[in-house]
Nanobody
């Protein structure tokens, strides 16, 4: 049984940092592309970042480029999202996802992912 579990969310002031983690079990992480998505109340789920199974390609939404960094440790079956210079508009539930599809040159959409976590809340106060 595949399980994807996010952690590391919380409340932080604007300008602060958080590091999200995502641990996957029941699958071999280096067979999967991984992504981070977020969803704010009343808004659609949006892609934040994704990383190829090898870790050598990653893409970011324009809204987070230069502030967020995605990384993975396949030996630990863990995905990370380092979030710096956080803004109130980054407030959302953040989700981790695993999938076998990879779209060169662009963020993959939710339809490209097979397994999802339950999410971790990130709240940025102004």
């Amino acid at each position: 049984q595949v399980q994807v579990v996010e952690s590391g969310g919380g409340l932080v002031q604007a300008g602060g940092s958080l590091r999200l983690s995502c641990t996957a079990s029941g699958l071999t992480l280096n067979d999967y592309a991984m992504g981070w998505f977020r969803q704010a109340p009343g808004k659609e789920r949006e892609g934040v970042s994704c990383i190829k199974w090898s870790g050598d390609f990653a893409y970011y939404a324009n809204s987070v480029k230069g502030r967020f960094t995605i990384s993975r440790d396949n030996a630990k079956n863990t995905l990370y999202l380092q979030m710096n210079s956080l803004k109130p508009e980054d407030t959302a539930m953040y989700y981790c996802a695993a999938g076998r599809s990879w779209r060169p040159g662009m963020l993959a959409g939710p339809e490209d992912y097979d397994y999802w976590g339950q999410g971790t809340q990130v709240t940025v106060s102004s």
